[in-house]
Nanobody
Framework: QVQLVESGGGLVQAGGSLRLSCAAS??????????MGWYRQAPGKQREFVAR???????NSADSVKGRFTISRDNAKKTLYLQMNSLKPEDTAVYYC?????????WGQGTQVTVSS
């Protein structure tokens, strides 16, 4: 069973940076064989896409974070990262990581990011 644990959230002032991590366990094939990504959910809103790697390794991100957020991964450590720079108050949300491969999908428990103005 795949399990994901996010970390790295916190309170930061607008313009600041945070780096989120998502450590995976229970993965028995190559980590890079999974599609994986970051999503976020602000209070009263639906969960939305932030950035992801497809199974072929290509990366894409939401227009709202382009140029500010960078997704990366360490396949040996089975860890996914999200570097967030130039944070804005509207980035405040619970951030979740997700991996999926065929019928297998998993979500982390989320990590809170709060950006003060």
């Amino acid at each position: 069973q795949v399990q994901l644990v996010e970390s790295g959230g916190g309170l930061v002032q607008a313009g600041g940076s945070l780096r989120l991590s998502c450590a995976a366990s229970g993965i028995t094939v190559s980590f890079s064989d999974y599609a994986m990504g970051w999503y976020r959910q602000a209070p009263g809103k639906q969960r939305e896409f932030v950035a992801r790697f497809s199974r072929n390794g290509s990366a894409n991100s939401a227009d709202s974070v382009k140029g500010r957020f960078t997704i990366s991964r360490d396949n040996a450590k089975k860890t996914l990262y999200l570097q967030m720079n130039s944070l804005k108050p509207e980035d405040t949300a619970v951030y979740y990581c997700n991996v999926n491969r065929g019928l297998t999908a998993a979500w982390g428990q989320g990590t809170q990011v709060t950006v003060s103005s």
